[in-house]
Every structure is written in structure tokens, then in C-alpha cells.
């Protein structure tokens, strides 16, 4: 399948359309490139694409641009009107533990004092690690990796749970060098 435009006439005229078109091909590019499979739609308001890579080890890139309308006039609309999300799944291995990363709330820094389960990521403070064993070597890693993301503040979220690692970013960018660097395609 491919990423296919689901745009009025009109809306092809858009500058809008012309960036997420070319976000889409860019995508689109780097996921045929890496013998993966895409799909998805988009037009000057949103996108919503994905993409399997099943080599050396299968992940699933899924990114999604969303734009609103409505008025709140105590929020600004760079807040209230946008949302854009990269989420990368893939598989566990064996040896790694089941965590949460996550940006840091006012009430986390009690919880630090109460649970020992709550602490400071080393990486960043402005994220909260909830984890009851240590992390091991792998994950270590994973956040070393993930260092430009934290430190820019577009992590939104780490979960590895179960058989399952999601790692959810709020922005709009590919960021193909980070993801190649931790997946090792």
C-alpha cells in the first residue's frame, strides 16, 4: 500500500498540503528504502501514515498530525488547535524491564519521597522513571540514545510493558537518525 492524498481540489493549493505531502514522502521514502510497508492518508489539515520495517527487527512507526478548530480564549491555539505525535512500537527482549518514563507532574516529587518506585530519570529531571527494579544495561542505552528528544522536551512517553516498547513523541519531525540509531536498521 502507499500514503495516499484524501484532499479537495482547493486544498492541493495549500501551502499546508505541500508541507505534509512532502513530510508524507519522506516517510513513505525511508520506510520502502528498508523493505517496510506503509499506508496512510493525508491533506492540509492532517496526516495519519504508517509504516512496518520487519528487519533485522519489526517495528511500526505510526505518525499523526491532527489540526482543530474551536475557540477557548484561555488557551492559546498553538496549544488547543494541534497535535502531533510520532509513536515507534516494537518487541521486547527478555532481559528488559517494565517501566514508565514520563514528563514530570508537581505531585511526582512527593511521590519520589514516598514509593521507591517513583525517581528522577538520570537523563533529564523534567521526566519521572516509575519502575520497581533497575534498569537494566539495554535500557540504559535506549535513554542515551533518546538524549536529544529529552532534552528538547519531545518525549512525551516510554512505556515498556509486558512483550511491548512504545515510545510516543510529541512533535513533527521524522527524526530518522534517532530512530536508526536504537533500531539498528
Known amino acids: 500500500m502507499t500514503i495516499t492524498p484524501n484532499a479537495s481540489e482547493s486544498e492541493k493549493k495549500s501551502p499546508f498540503y505541500e508541507v505534509n505531502e512532502k513530510f508524507c514522502r519522506e516517510f513513505e521514502d525511508f520506510i520502502t528504502r528498508k523493505d517496510g510497508k506503509v499506508n496512510g492518508r493525508y491533506n492540509a489539515w492532517s496526516y495519519s501514515i504508517s509504516g512496518k520495517i520487519t528487519k533485522p527487527k519489526p517495528w511500526i512507526l505510526h505518525y499523526r498530525k491532527s489540526t482543530y478548530s474551536g475557540a477557548n480564549l484561555l488557551l492559546t491555539s498553538k496549544y488547543q488547535n494541534l497535535l502531533t505525535l510520532a509513536e515507534w512500537t516494537t518487541s521486547k527482549t527478555a532481559n528488559e524491564n517494565d517501566y514508565l518514563i514520563r514528563k514530570r507532574t508537581i505531585t511526582d516529587l512527593i ?64 527524526y530518522f537518525d534517532i530512530f536508526k540509531s536504537i533500531s539498528g536498521v
Do not use: C, G
Not at 539495554?138 to 538524549?147: G, Q
Not at 528528544?149 to 515510545?167: A, G, M, N, P, T
Open 111 to 174: 511521590k519520589i519521597w514516598l514509593f521507591k518506585s517513583y525517581k528522577k530519570l538520570e537523563i533529564s529531571d523534567r521526566y519521572i522513571l516509575i519502575s520497581r527494579t533497575d534498569n537494566s544495561t539495554a535500557d540504559r542505552e535506549l535513554m542515551k540514545k533518546l538524549k536529544p528528544l529529552f532534552q528538547s522536551k519531545e518525549i512525551y512517553k516510554i512505556k515498556s510493558k509486558k512483550d511491548k516498547l512504545v515510545i510516543e513523541l510529541r512533535t513533527d519531525k521524522h
